[in-house]
């Protein structure tokens, strides 16, 4: 009974702290992007993904740093206490929140692979850049994408060879491997991990705002965003229908409004360094990391206690 009640308590607080957190992100996260909207578009696209996941890091550590413990050290072993309705509702909500969200990302690698594996059926190998291969695939659609998260790889239809010059190729692979670098292939994986109702959003301008990123990365000069723009009209017609629907970063999406607004924002692309507000120095998060790690050890073992009390009126 006492490990029972354990993961009862556990469950319920999770599912509290990550319900409450999700819903104060649904409604607040338009506001904050608006507040970065001068901020460089990978900070942006850093924040947003940040956000996504504040309610399953927090509930996971309040969970294991506060809950357990106290649960561990505080509460007595030899009473026999039942589990009361609340604690058992929420911790069955709490594990099936767990296990859709496991079965959401296991659909979602499922359907990912069996995609590859259609993709890849003919494919030939075109070359290897920074230890990715990058292979030449049969279909028209995608015309560029990275797919794999372990060990990706760069597919290349023969459209996009035959429509692209060697520049605008060059520039395009320079793009799918921003994505490589930055992981953006396991990060929608975490993505249908954590789903929640009203985040399709928050994610939406997330996956825009990393496209963004990588069309950054992939440029140094108003010639090559030229060349990327110009490789991004060339296929736009071959977007895949959802964007969404596998675990891949494809070079061109739907709908048409972000495709516009990346060619436009390439087409005017500036050589001129630009000033965007500093965050926080290597040396200033150091600084607050040690503060902060101060006064979690001067409070954590009353704070024990007093997260006891609420659990186990919880309990009642």
Same mark, same amino acid.
């Given at each position: ?31 904050? /992007?608006?507040?970065?909207?001068? #901020? /460089? ?17 927090? !509930? ?47 659909? !979602? ?40 998260? +372990?060990?990706? @790889?760069?597919? +290349? ?17 320079? #793009?799918?491997?921003? #994505? ?7 990060? @929608?994986?975490?993505? /249908? ?8 959003? =928050? ?18 000069? #108003? ?10 009209? @060339? ?20 709908? !048409? ?20 507000? @500093?965050? =926080? ?34 309990? /009642?």
């Amino acid at each position: 009974m006492f490990a029972l009640r354990g993961v009862a308590i556990s469950f319920s607080v999770f599912v509290v702290v990550y319900c409450v957190l999700s819903l104060a992100v649904c409604l607040t996260w338009r506001r904050i /992007r608006q507040r970065v909207q001068d #901020h /460089r578009v990978r900070r942006i696209a850093d924040l947003l993904f940040s956000l996504r996941m504040l309610p399953l890091a927090s !509930a996971a550590l309040i969970t294991a740093a506060f809950t357990v413990p106290s649960f561990l050290l505080l509460e007595p072993r030899a009473i026999d206490e039942p589990v009361g309705a609340a604690p058992l509702t929420l911790g069955i909500l709490g594990a099936t929140l767990a296990l859709m969200g496991a079965g959401n990302a296991l659909l !979602a690698m499922f359907r990912a692979s069996r995609s590859i594996s259609l993709w890849t059926s003919d494919a030939q190998p075109l070359a290897m850049v920074a230890d990715v291969p990058v292979l030449r695939i049969q279909q028209s659609v995608p015309a560029m994408t990275v797919t794999g998260i +372990v060990r990706p @790889k760069v597919l +290349v239809s023969g459209v996009a060879e035959f429509l692209l010059s060697e520049r605008e190729l060059q520039t395009a692979l320079n #793009h799918e491997m921003a #994505h490589v670098q930055r992981r953006d292939n396991l990060r @929608k994986l975490l993505f /249908r991990f954590v789903a929640f109702p009203g985040m399709r959003a =928050l994610e939406s301008s997330w996956l825009e705002a990393t496209e963004m990123a990588a069309d950054d990365a992939a440029v140094s000069n #108003h010639g090559e965003a030229l060349d990327l723009a110009a490789a991004l009209i @060339k296929l736009s017609r071959f977007a895949p229908a959802d964007s969404r629907a596998d675990l891949s970063a494809a070079l061109v999406h739907n709908p !048409a409004s972000m495709m516009n607004a990346r060619v436009e924002r390439l087409i005017s692309w500036s050589d001129q360094p630009q000033v965007h507000s @500093k965050g =926080l120095s290597g040396r200033s998060g150091i600084a607050v990391a040690a503060v902060v790690l101060t006064v979690f050890g001067g409070v954590y073992s009353p704070l024990l206690s007093e997260i006891h009390t609420a659990t186990e009126w919880l309990m /009642r």
